[in-house]
């Protein structure tokens, strides 16, 4: 290599390291004390979507900034910054966090203090933090040390909180406001529902609840509050696009409570109104409310399938009657919004106008004009008993089997049971003492009306080819 070459190299070699020590020394930080808007959209399966404002310094040429104030669940693939004069160069995502075993850890090979009885300081080196610290003090190995360990200072690669370190490039110097968006874990909602049934147990008050859950290690103050019900598939480009592109739609329309859109192929619910959500907090707002919605009661008995397909009598005791809610999500029920999947749970009042539990299920996202319908326990004054009556077969593929099947009704008034039996193959109904339904490719049912404190009998006969 000539001279001219060599001095040529060794010069752009001390500027580059020049560069890169005026970029550490210029290190600046922004917090969540900067923000000047932030806005959350979260939903459903354990992903949110971050957008926040910030007023962040800037200076001309590259320099580094701390962007403190991320979730500890932050995709940082995902971040996105938009600001006029100033553009990322490179990112770092620093979540090792500060805490005693990563502390220890970092000392490793270093000597250490510990604080003697009489308050001076001792000095031992820490070999290995294998199943617990390993000492050499006075060129013996210990385990312990007679005093409490006291460290020197934090390691530089050790953050108390995830934090985002940008080399950024600037145009001038001040203060610039910036745009930033990302996607996180550790924020979730779901939907809760309270409906009150009233004496006749035709008709209930129904509550919905938008229950927040923030374990993200962020704390979000004065936020807007946008909520997703619907599955999104989180591996597709769109979900990545949408984050990039909402970082640029800051839409803050003050309306009253939650407002419901369409959002492509879910919904959007939109709290009209600024709320806290704070890390390790569990936050509940009002959803809806209707104090009148009609609501219909019946009884259900299944049979499994392996019932029909060999001799079966089914264990004394083992049989029980579903008692089933059912409500039209219409308007003229009081209704009449798309429901997000969610806990529904059941109260009744008692004999002294207190509101009693009486069973809970998860009802499944529901539109308007569509019917909910679930499960909230077992009867305790019905008893349903299936009895295998004959059993043929006719074939190596066709069977025959017949079933009584006997309902008891121990209440004070008149019931219907609807019966449910599903079939394996293809299946007809060649005989029953009750009008028999088909309500697909593998039930068939059947209505019984069963009288106060009374007895019924349902029979039939259906052959079976699989």
Known sequence: MSDVLRRSAVCGIAALGIAAGAVHAQELTSGPADR????????????????????????????????????????ATTVHLAGRGVRIVEQNYEYDLVS????????????????QPDGTLGRARLLAMNEGPVYEMGGKIVFDLPGPVVLDAIPSELSSHPTLVWTLEGDREGTQDVSTAYLSGGISWRADYVLLLDATEKQGGLTGWVTLDNHSGASFENAQLKLVAGDVNRVTPRMRQYAREAA????????????????FEYHLYTLQRR??????????????????VGVEKSYTFRAEPHYFMQRFEPQ?????????????NTKANGLGNPVPEGILRVYKQDSDGAAQFVGENRVRHTPKDETLEFAVGRAFDVVGEHEQMDFKQISDRVTEVSYRVKLR??????????????FHGDWTILE???????????????????????????????????
């Open 36 to 75: 000047k808007d932030v806005s959350l959209t979260i939903y459903n399966n354990d992903l949110s979507l971050v957008r926040e404002t910030r007023g962040i310094p800037l200076r001309r040429g590259a320099y580094r900034l701390r962007y403190e104030g991320v979730t500890s669940g932050i995709d």
């Open 100 to 115: 005693r075993d990563r502390l220890m850890q970092k000392y490793v090979g270093r000597d250490v203090s510990y604080r």
């Open 248 to 263: 640029m739609a800051m839409d803050m329309v003050a309306k009253p409570q939650f407002e419901e859109e369409a959002f």
């Open 275 to 292: 709320t806290d959500v704070r890390d390790r907090q569990t936050k509940q707002v009002l959803f809806f409310e209707s104090d009148k």
């Open 316 to 328: 004394a005791g083992s049989e029980h009657v579903n008692v089933t809610l059912r409500f039209a």
């Open 409 to 422: 009704n121990h209440k004070t008034e008149k019931i219907s049971v609807r019966v449910e039996e599903n």
């Open 432 to 466: 029953s003492s009750k009008p028999a339904t088909k309500e697909n490719a593998r039930t068939a049912s059947f209505v019984v009306d069963v009288a106060a404190d009374a007895e019924a009998v349902l029979t039939y006969r259906v052959r079976i080819t699989v």
